[in-house]
């Protein structure tokens, strides 16, 4: 069974950083996209960042120039390194990725990690 396990969310000040990370484990053959979606109260989660397995990311306009998306193959993680964070970035942030695993490719999620950026 694959599991991904996020860490790093927190507190922090407007203009300030944090890094999330995502570590997929389990019985993994392969793993294709991965990517970070948010979810604010009373709003739908919505796609952050996304890396396939190149490493060539695709951003949501709102987070393009503060984002940045990386992951490692050998490892099967990947991570959201988050600067000049602004209040409305506030969410819980998922991890999700499209992993196969023996004879079988679906998309799993992470269990969410708060994000809170007070102004």
């Known amino acids: 069974q694959v599991q991904l396990v996020e860490s790093g969310g927190g507190l922090v000040q407007s203009g300030g950083s944090l890094r999330l990370s995502c570590a997929a484990t389990g019985n993994i053959l392969n793993a294709y996209d991965m990517a970070w979606y948010r979810q604010a109260p009373g709003n739908q989660r919505g796609l952050v960042a996304v890396i396939n397995s190149d490493s060539n990311p695709h951003y949501a306009d709102s987070v393009k120039g503060r984002f940045t998306i990386s992951r490692d193959n050998a490892k099967n993680t990947v991570a959201l390194q988050m600067n000049n964070l602004k209040p409305e970035d506030t969410a819980v942030y998922y991890c999700?990725?499209?992993?196969?695993?023996?004879?079988?490719?679906?998309?799993?999620w992470g269990q969410g990690t708060q994000v809170t950026v007070s102004a």
């Open positions: 999700q990725a499209d992993i196969k695993t023996v004879g079988l490719r679906k998309s799993y």
